[in-house]
Every structure is written in C-alpha cells, then in structure tokens.
C-alpha cells in the first residue's frame, strides 16, 4: 500500500511524497459499579504529504485505504491546489533510519485481556477494603497494538510495533472525586497497589483548611505537581518558542531532556512520524538552554535540523512539534533527606491553574505541612509564578521520578523550590 501510494504520488506530478499508514487495534473494558461495556476498535488511517518541486505541501488522511480512494485522492489535491514559487523543505525527507534496541511491544498483548480485567477488579477491590471511606466510582482498561508504517520517495522504507495498557480508576471520598491513571508499553507495570494509595493521598489533601504557616518558604512538589508545572511550561523548549530564552541561565540544579528511547515508556518510539530518528535531547543542562525540539518544518525555517520530534494526532493532516518523554532528571538525593533538610515546608500534592495573566501563573494548591520530618495536616493556598522564576528558584531534586501520559508522556522527581509569602494566602516563587 506505501509502495503503491508513492508511485501514485509520482505518476500526478509531485517531485517527493510521504506515506504514513498507522493500524490500531484495541479492546476496552469499564465497569461501573454492575454494569460492565466491553469494545473493539480497530484503525487503519494512510496520511500522504505530497511536495511540489516548489511551495507549501498538500495532502490528504483516509481510513481503511484502498487504491481506488488514493488515486481519488491524488486527483483532487492535485486539481486543488497551486504552488507557489517558494523553497519548501522536501529536500530534508530522511532516506534512511538506524535500527536499534527498544522495548515498547509486549508479548502478552496476545493474551485473553477480558480474564486480565477481571483479574484487576479482583485486585483492586481487595486493595479497596484496606483504604477506609475511599469509593471506587468506575474502572477502565484498554490494551492496544499500534503498527506504523513509513515511506517516502527518497527511498525511506521503515515500520515499528508498539503496545499500549491503561487503567484508569476514578475515586470518591467525602465530595471529591479524582480519576488516577497508568499508562505503559508493559503489562507488568500496571500496579493497583500503587496507584491505589496515591488516590488515596491525593484526595486526603483536598481540604478548606487555608491556615498556612506564614513564615514557611520551602515548597516540596510531588511528581504529580511538578509534572502539571512542566506541562504548563513545556512550549519553551520548542524550537519556535524559543526567541530571547537562549541567554537566560536558570537553577543550576535544573537538568531537563527529551528522550525517545525510554524502554518501557508511553512516549518511546524508533523514529518520529516523518522518519527522522534521534537520542536523548538534553533540552536545559545545568540551568542553561542547551537543545530545543522540532519537526522538519520548524526546522526549516530555522535553518536547522529536526531534533526527530514531528508526530501526527486525531485532528492534525501533517506532523506538529511534540514531545516524546519529556522530563527533568533525577538527582541522588532521597526525598527524606530533602524533607530533613529543609526542616518545615508544605509538600505540595495536588495543582490546579486558575488563571494566566502576561507571563504570570496562578495555580490552586493542596498539599501537607511537615516539621521536623514529620507530615502534619492538609493545606489549602495559592502561589503565582513565571516561567522564569519557577525555575529559577528550584534549589534541588530527589532521585525518586514518576512518569504521567497525557498527549505527551512527561516526568519528574520530587522538586524543591524556594517561596514567599505574599498575602491573602497567597505565595510567590
């Protein structure tokens, strides 16, 4: 089908065309409370970026393909469209990528996955019975086969398998509700009795008490929140975002990568979705911007190389610039020794964004007071911060880091950061 669509590609009058064919399989399972839905979904999708010899690319997406529809296809984006007399970035289609060793398939995928859910609603209602007053609202898993096929014109003939399982649990305690999720490439790393006590913690942080010690100016991020921190301010380490962030130089304890050959990780992958393939991108080393990521477009425009991070979504016909495992790198220190360090603070739990103003953000947080080594009672506050002063104030990290998948996969250790009481219960980093 690649084969045939490129040469289809050539034959309307193209100089250089790319084939990306992606199939999904995938089953899913939720139950609530008695009522149970199982489904099956399988996807097929061929997504064709077609280059004039001058211009901006054409193209087109379609499902189950067949070659009727592609000549179709090529017939009206060719009857649509007019080039310009614009240099385009055709030239830097990749003809070639490296094989290497990376563990993102997982043999059990094969294994009867209704008897694998049912084995987890055992285990998750047995986990249950130890966390008094803790609901379990709903529970959804899935496990996916995904298979991705590459091609262009310049000879790029190359394709991957990866696996997917996630289990999703939404909670309940008092009038709080929270949904939790793993997402990973292994079977093995979906862990009830992990994700379980984390809900747990969680929604035991969720309080109105706002009586915050005033003078406290140490604040210990969980990887759940700092996770929310660095998403929140990930567009800076993309290549196009970056204009006047080159000469900053943040905490100098502050090491941040992007890294597609994570085994086991949601975000791992060989190559990107236009064949570009590359290693870890040390994005900030030592609180100095070091890297930044692209896609062969931006990098084009930048008069750079693609830094492999071009990927296809849902509602995107080309790739756009995104990240694989984005994450700040651990230290050697334990999140005890950091706590007995600091000696009081608030460990922050949970964040939520109420608003941005210019460069300013202003994040809803919970978390718990400790002293002296100690967790002591839930705290409800507000602090505000920057980009900038975020990071500029981080003062170390733990060795402990937790990877969370959203539309990207993203992790970090425990953070530490210096704060300052403002007012109204408000602090500032």
Request: aromatic share 14%.
């Amino acid at each position: 089908m690649i084969d045939a669509a490129l040469k289809q590609g050539k034959k309307s009058g193209f100089s250089e065309v790319e084939a990306y064919r992606e199939k999904v399989e995938r089953n899913e399972y939720e139950q609530f409370f008695d009522y149970h839905a199982d489904h099956s979904v399988k996807k097929d999708r061929l997504m064709i970026r077609a280059f004039w010899e001058y211009g901006d690319p054409v193209g087109f997406s379609l499902s189950n393909p067949g070659m009727e529809s592609i000549r179709s296809a090529f017939l009206d984006i060719c009857s649509l469209s007019v080039p310009d007399r614009k240099h385009n970035y055709s030239h830097l289609l990749p003809d070639s990528v490296d094989r290497i060793q990376l563990d993102i398939f997982d043999d059990s995928i094969n294994l009867e996955d209704r008897q694998r859910f049912s084995d987890l609603v055992e285990t998750i209602n047995e986990i249950l019975v130890t966390f008094p007053g803790l609901t379990l609202k709903k529970i959804y898993f899935s496990q996916s086969l995904k298979k991705v096929y590459i091609g262009n014109t310049r000879q790029l003939n190359i394709k991957y398998k990866k696996t997917n399982f996630n289990l999703k649990l939404k909670f309940s305690m008092k009038d709080n509700i929270i949904e939790i999720n793993r997402n990973t490439t292994c079977f093995r790393n979906i862990d009830p009795y992990k994700l379980i006590p984390r809900a747990f913690n969680l929604l035991n942080s969720l309080t109105d008490n706002t009586r915050v010690n005033k003078k406290v100016n140490h604040f210990i991020f969980s990887p759940e929140a700092s996770v929310f921190v660095l998403n929140e301010f990930s567009d800076h380490f993309k290549l196009d975002r970056q204009e006047g962030l080159q000469n900053l130089r943040l905490s100098s304890a502050l090491n941040i990568a992007d890294n597609p050959f994570m085994n086991e990780q949601s975000g791992s992958v060989p190559f990107d979705d236009e064949g570009v393939q590359s290693g870890e991108k040390n994005l900030v080393e030592k609180g100095i911007f070091y890297n930044a990521i692209s896609n062969l477009e931006i990098a084009f425009q930048k008069h750079t190389g693609s830094s492999g991070n071009g990927f296809r979504s849902e509602i995107s016909l080309f790739p756009r610039v995104r990240f694989s495992n984005l994450y700040i790198k651990p230290s050697v220190v334990s999140l005890n020794k950091l706590i007995q360090e600091v000696g009081q603070g608030i460990l922050v739990s949970l964040l939520k964004l109420k608003y941005t103003e210019k460069n300013q953000y202003v994040f809803s947080a919970y978390g718990f007071n400790f002293k002296e080594g100690n967790i002591e009672e839930p705290v409800h506050f507000y602090f505000k911060t920057s980009f900038v002063s975020y990071f500029v104030n981080l003062l170390k990290v733990s060795r402990e880091i937790k990877f969370f998948y959203n539309t990207f996969n993203i992790g970090s250790p425990y953070i530490l950061t210096e704060a300052k009481w403002k007012s109204d219960n408000l602090f500032e980093i």
